[in-house]
């Protein structure tokens, strides 16, 4: 029996879930690993609870050593595991310690998120989501179901329903959110939509962002039919919970090719390169000159499977005026694509350099601003036109973060306000791109109506943008 979205908000018997899963093959089995018990909250601190702890995890495993972690929830041992072995500067592991803290303050082990928040979940306040794309909404939507602030790391979702189901419920229960698009409390991306507000490089008709990614082993998965190893999958490794890795996705016996990173190859678990660089990359842009969503988008690719992500591909979104702000086209290259240089730029290229090598450029009239992966440095370009406006900047009026975005997202639940990549943003931002992504897997033009959440006249494209769901792995 499946779900669909619409219903996933219903109850399920989370003590019936219980019954069905022995609870051993919840708790995370780890040598070494002490198992504690959570306790309350002290000296302000908040209670934390970690959904995916090697890999991308080992960020806010170190980033929350002074709040509380009581939960850390990992299906893979291996991942975590190979974390703690290596070296940052040969004689220390950051990762490691973090860990060895949280578990002596009595952090507890878990394979699945469900017993962790059956066991755990009154006494959470946060969860931090850093699991493969398609495991983002069951996980978020069991979190705000159960009252529990989100912090989820981008894309915020793999589907454009869940995105917008995402930023409603948590709205509706007013919980403090935030996607992982770290650039978002940078000081560049401030001044890019101060800048561009005010007017400096005047109206804003084009902007191109780009990527290298897929790169490395990732590139050899795009464009490909079935995982490398095809019809002769080799034996689960010992200390992976496989069918807890699968989830919600249709079950596929285990491959290498599909971890620890590929995945986002994959379109059943991944959202390609665009899905992983472009809420970094295309941020600013996005957010300075409100974009919302777009009318049309359109794909170019090289082949295209229905399995995997094209290795190469250009995207192009259709943006409608907004007040003042005239429509923008807005392009995105990925698998070595770059845009043509403005003529105005003359002789400057912006990828001749590894800074270059991810990265916007939003043209305006006779100028432009570049930004780079997470606009840690933007640039008004050509240069002599910077030297010309500098002195007519507009002053600092968004308010700046204190600390990493992770300790925004943290000070925003204690101060008890939004956060800078709050949901009523990343999620409207996560929708583009997704759009994206279909008309990447399709590779044809598409008409979009915003209001109602759906294709003009496109059928296929339609199904696209949501998924059904097993019973039992979204809780309430």
Known sequence: MKESLLNSLNDINRRDFLKRSALASGIMAMPGFAIGQAGKSANGKLNIALVGVGGKGR???????????????????????????????????PFDEALKTHVKR????????????????DKIDAVIISIPDFMHYPVAMSAINLGINVYCEKPMTHTVAEARALTVA???????????????????????????QA????????????????????????????????????AVPKGLAWELWQGISEKRAYDPSYLPFSWRGFTD???????????????????????GSPVEVSGSTTKRTGYTFPKCNTVTFKFPARGKMPPVTYKWYDGGMYPAIPKFLKDYNPFDSKEGMNGSLIVGEGMAIQTTTYSESVKILPREKFME???????????????????EFLNAIKENRKASSDFSYAGP??????LGSIAEQTGRTMRFNGKQGKFVGDAEANKMLKKQYPDGWILS
């Open 106 to 121: 009595g952090a507890k082990w878990y394979k699945d998120y469900r017993v962790m928040f059956e066991e755990m979940g």
């Open 269 to 291: 678990y991944g959202c390609g390169a665009l899905g992983d660089m472009a809420c970094h990359i295309m941020d600013s842009a996005f957010w300075a000159l409100d974009l």
């Open 170 to 196: 948590a709205k509706k229960r007013g919980l403090v959110t935030q996607m992982g698009n770290q650039g978002h409390s940078n000081e560049g991306t401030r001044l890019v939509r101060e800048w561009i």
């Open 429 to 434: 931002f996560t929708e583009s791109i997704l």
């Open 59 to 93: 960020g806010p495993t170190v980033g929350c050593l002074n709040e509380n972690v009581v939960a850390l929830c990992d299906v893979d041992e291996n991942s975590v595991a190979k974390g703690r072995a290596s070296k940052n500067d040969g004689t220390s592991n």
């Open 199 to 234: 007017g400096v490089i005047g109206d804003v008709k084009e902007v191109h962002s780009w990527t290298n990614r897929p790169i490395g082993t990732w590139t050899d998965i795009h464009g490909t039919s079935k995982p490398k190893h095809g019809n002769k999958p080799p």
């Open 389 to 407: 406006v500098r002195k007519n900047l507009p002053p600092k009026s968004i308010p700046r973060v204190k600390g990493e975005h992770l300790d």
